[in-house]
């Protein structure tokens, strides 16, 4: 999007470890890292990836200026040899990442880095913030256009984003969540987000009367035009003036598109709208609704009856003011020692942060009667889930529960993207992100996606990985 070189937008702790890994002869040892969250935001059955395409931005452009080193040999911490090597850094690891636009769910590796000590663990930061935020607001972006059940919703956040960055990508992430467009330009520019908009109230008041302002709007935007109505009196001024407006393009031979409440009790005053609407003869013209709208607003708001065709949605989507963390890790899963792979486990007294071990991937089964997703499986990375075999699967929470699967499709999500270093994946552009999210969350069963008290989605360790994380748990406990 811009020429920043954001190389050196990492924590200082891996810059520091990156000269002791470097000091002490590990800065080229094989290591194996995954980017992994442990708990959906919202209480929610599902999230969607998002992010991957800014990752391999930025992995592409890794590079320190003299500028960058200069500054690192100003903190009189880092040895000139490392230095040395930070000024002809070449990016050489394997990555992995499952796409953008899948659903996805808490442990399973969302990202796998496979390469030298130095260089897994300095990209660390930037797959984190990158993935992080643009899975949150995917996340958010689709419950919310889930509870508006087909209507269409405009991602209207731009000016209460965390920042620039937040607005810009937020926005993106959005549109793949499955928003119909954006209040935010740059995103249309560079993205292909299809930027929408109207007005705002100082339209309206910049003219002496509200009608005149309609007026004003409709003479330039014939074709186009959605009246915002809300500035005085939706009932007593701003439909009726909108009424007579819509009703001169008609006789100009224009067709007026929609008005917009933006305040005040929108189940009620959009019934009101709608009513003196049609009595008008223009059931045609949409009502659109916009004002802090979240899921479970709008959700009320269609059991209530509201006349809304479409949704704009800004800062509780675009900062997902319910719960604004999305909380991914990375985590050190293995080492290569001589051509093989010793697992690494993190252990907690909080269970939650206990890591799945070694090099793995993650494969989701899919009911081949129903098409619907059943059940996610991590595996170790060499081992094959066979379809012509029954498998059996165990509720994560209740492992004495188990189901047996024999008419079943398995499909391993992560592609590589980097392969030491070169990137070999071809990223598809937004639509078809947006188009393949859709896809996906289709196989996904309604239970799912049930704004509170979702069912929980399986995910389960293979056998051999099960039995390997308790190997090493067994191992730590008895010392």
């Known amino acids: 999007m811009d020429n920043r070189n954001l190389t050196m937008l990492v924590d200082f702790y891996e810059l520091t470890m990156a000269n002791g890994f470097f000091e002490n002869g590990k800065g080229t040892e094989t290591v194996y890292f995954d980017m992994f969250f442990r708990k959906v935001p919202d209480n929610a059955g599902y999230a969607v990836m998002a992010g991957v395409q800014q990752v391999i931005e930025y992995i592409e452009n890794l590079s320190f200026t003299a500028e960058d080193i200069e500054y690192l040999r100003s903190k009189n911490m880092f040895c000139e040899d490392f230095l040395h090597y930070l000024e002809s850094f070449e990016f050489k690891c394997d990555v992995w990442a499952i796409p953008e636009g899948t659903p996805i769910f808490p442990n399973e590796p969302l990202i796998t880095v496979k390469g030298p000590a130095i260089q897994a663990q300095f990209i660390e930061t930037m797959i984190l913030l990158t993935v992080n935020h643009q899975s949150l607001i995917a996340t958010k972006a689709n419950r919310i256009v889930h509870a508006a059940q087909g209507r269409p919703v405009m991602e209207f956040g731009s000016r209460r984003a965390q920042g620039y960055d937040g607005a810009v990508y937020g926005a993106r992430a959005a549109y793949i969540g499955g928003c119909a467009g954006t ?17 705002a109230h100082s339209w309206v008041q910049l003219f002496p009367t509200e009608l005149e302002a309609f007026r004003a709007y409709a003479k330039v935007y014939p074709d186009s035009c959605t009246l915002l109505i809300d500035t005085y009196n939706v009932l007593k001024s701003g439909i009726p003036n909108a009424v007579t407006v819509f009703k001169e393009l008609e006789a100009q031979g224009y067709k007026g598109v929609g008005v917009r409440i933006d305040s005040g009790d929108i189940a009620y005053l959009s019934k009101k709208a709608r009513k003196m609407l049609d009595d008008a003869g223009l059931d045609y013209i949409k009502i659109v609704a916009s004002n802090s709208l979240d899921e479970f607003i709008i959700r009320d708001l269609i059991m209530q009856g509201a006349e809304i065709d479409s949704f704009g949605v800004g800062e509780r989507l675009v900062t997902s003011k319910s719960e604004p963390v999305f909380g991914g890790v990375y985590k050190l899963v293995a080492v290569e020692e001589n051509g093989e792979i010793i697992p ?3 252990i907690s007294e909080n269970i939650i942060k206990i890591t799945n071990p070694s090099y793995k991937t993650v494969w989701r089964l899919f009911d081949n009667k129903s098409g619907n997703a059943v059940a ?15 498998y059996t699967i165990f509720d994560p929470e209740q492992t004495y529960k188990q189901t047996t699967l024999t008419d079943f499709t398995a499909k391993k999500l992560q592609v590589q993207i980097f392969k030491e270093g070169k990137c070999v994946y071809k990223s598809p552009d937004i639509e078809e992100i947006r188009c393949y999210c859709r896809e996906q969350l289709d196989t996904l069963w309604e239970e799912v996606k049930r704004l509170e008290n979702p069912h929980g989605y399986y995910v389960d360790l293979s056998q051999p990985l099960w039995e390997l994380k308790n190997k090493l748990l067994s191992v730590h406990f008895s010392k």
């Open 376 to 390: 996610d499986v991590i595996t170790l990375a060499d081992e094959i889930i066979d379809n012509s075999r029954p």
């Open 183 to 199: 209040a935010c330009t740059i995103s249309d520019r560079d993205f292909g987000v299809k930027a929408l908009g109207t007005m």
């Open 344 to 346: 690494k486990i993190k």
